[in-house]
C-alpha cells in the first residue's frame, strides 16, 4: 500500500498553486542574495526530482538556503517523507513555517535557522537554489561541498554557461561525485534592490543533478 501511495503523480498546476501560496522573501538581503525561486523554476526542479528521478517521494530531504521554504514545501507537498529547510535569515524561516502550516504540511518539514556548515547527519536528496557567488565568491561551491557531504542525489541551480559548467564540473568530480544530467532554464529576477536598473532581469541558469560518491 505504501509503495502504491509513493507513486501518486501530482499535476504540475497544482504543484505551482501550492508554490504560488508561498510568497518572496519578506526582507531580502542583497549581500546573501536572497532572490526567491521563481515558481515556474521550482515546479520544473521538483518535477526532475520526483517524476524523472524518483527522488522525493518517501525520501528524506533537505533545503539549503531554503528562503521561505518554496523547495522544501513543494518537496513535502509531492511526497517527500521528511523535509529540513535550512537558512541563514530567521525572517525566512519563521514565513516557510508560517506557510507550512496553513498548507496541512507542517508535521513533514523542519525549519533549523544557521549556516549550513551546521548541519550533519544524512539524507537522501538535497535541494538547493544556492547565492550565485555575485556578492560573496565561491559561496555556490560552498553550498555544494556541503551537498556532497550530506547526500547522495543532489539538485543544484548554477549560472549557466560553458566555462561555469566546466568549473563546476570539475569541482564536483574532486570531491567525489559526479554530474548526470544538466537541464538548461530561465530564471527571471524582479527588481528588488536599489541597484537594479530594470523592472525584470532575466538570467539562464543550470539545474544540475548529482550524485555523490558511492551512487
Not at 523542519?110 to 559561496?139: A, C, E, K, M
Not at 543544484?156 to 554530474?179: D, M, Q, T, W, Y
Request: hydrophobic content about 45%; some cysteine; overall charge positive.
Amino acid at each position: 500500500m505504501g509503495a502504491v501511495a509513493q507513486k501518486r503523480l501530482v499535476r504540475r498546476l497544482d504543484l505551482e498553486r501550492i508554490l504560488q501560496k508561498v510568497e518572496p522573501h519578506p526582507s531580502p538581503k542583497a549581500f546573501l542574495e536572497q532572490y526567491t525561486i521563481p515558481v515556474d523554476v521550482a515546479s520544473e526542479m521538483l518535477f526532475v526530482a520526483a517524476y524523472v528521478n524518483d527522488d522525493v517521494l518517501g525520501k528524506k530531504i533537505v533545503d539549503l538556503g531554503c528562503g521561505t521554504g518554496r523547495l522544501a514545501i513543494g518537496a513535502a507537498f509531492l511526497g517527500a517523507a521528511e523535509v529540513v529547510g535550512v537558512d541563514v535569515d530567521r525572517s525566512g524561516i519563521e514565513k516557510g513555517g508560517t506557510y507550512a502550516s496553513k498548507l496541512g504540511l507542517k508535521d513533514r518539514l523542519s525549519w533549523l535557522v544557521g549556516d549550513i556548515s551546521v548541519l550533519h547527519g544524512s539524507f537522501d536528496t538535497v535541494l538547493q537554489n544556492p547565492p550565485f557567488g555575485v556578492q560573496r565568491r565561491t559561496i555556490d561551491m560552498r553550498f555544494l561541498a556541503t551537498a556532497l557531504r550530506l547526500a547522495p542525489k543532489i539538485y543544484s541551480l548554477h549560472k549557466s554557461g560553458a566555462k561555469n559548467r566546466a568549473f563546476i564540473k570539475r569541482f564536483i568530480e574532486a570531491k567525489g561525485g559526479r554530474v548526470t544530467s544538466i537541464f538548461q532554464m530561465k530564471l527571471t529576477i524582479p527588481r528588488m534592490f536599489e541597484f537594479h536598473t530594470k523592472l525584470t532581469h532575466e538570467v539562464y541558469v543550470d539545474l544540475y543533478r548529482i550524485e555523490a560518491d558511492g551512487e
